[in-house]
């Protein structure tokens, strides 16, 4: 038996991950506004850093929440050990 990804999977992965940096985006916007008022390339700037330092738990982080919700996947406490 061969176990492999549905052809869609890392689709829809790549929306969870869209709406994450979305949410990243929004936050660090908000957060720069109240701290102060600044120019337009200094929010550009830190967002895009901070978007790229964050890049490797939005990768995982999405895949993982889209198999939870869309895949099925469940957890069984008699294999937690």
């Known amino acids: 038996m061969q176990y492999e990804r549905e052809p869609g999977f890392f689709f829809g ?7 994450f940096s979305v949410a990243i985006f929004v936050a660090v916007g908000v957060a720069l506004s109240f701290i102060g008022d600044f120019p337009l390339h ?38 937690s050990n």
Do not use: E, N
């Open 13 to 19: 992965a790549m929306y969870i991950s869209y709406a």
């Open 42 to 79: 200094v929010y550009l700037i830190t967002i895009v850093v901070v978007v790229i330092l964050l890049l490797p738990f939005l990768f995982r982080y999405s895949r993982i929440l889209f198999l939870h919700l869309f895949g099925g996947i469940d957890f069984d406490p008699k294999y």
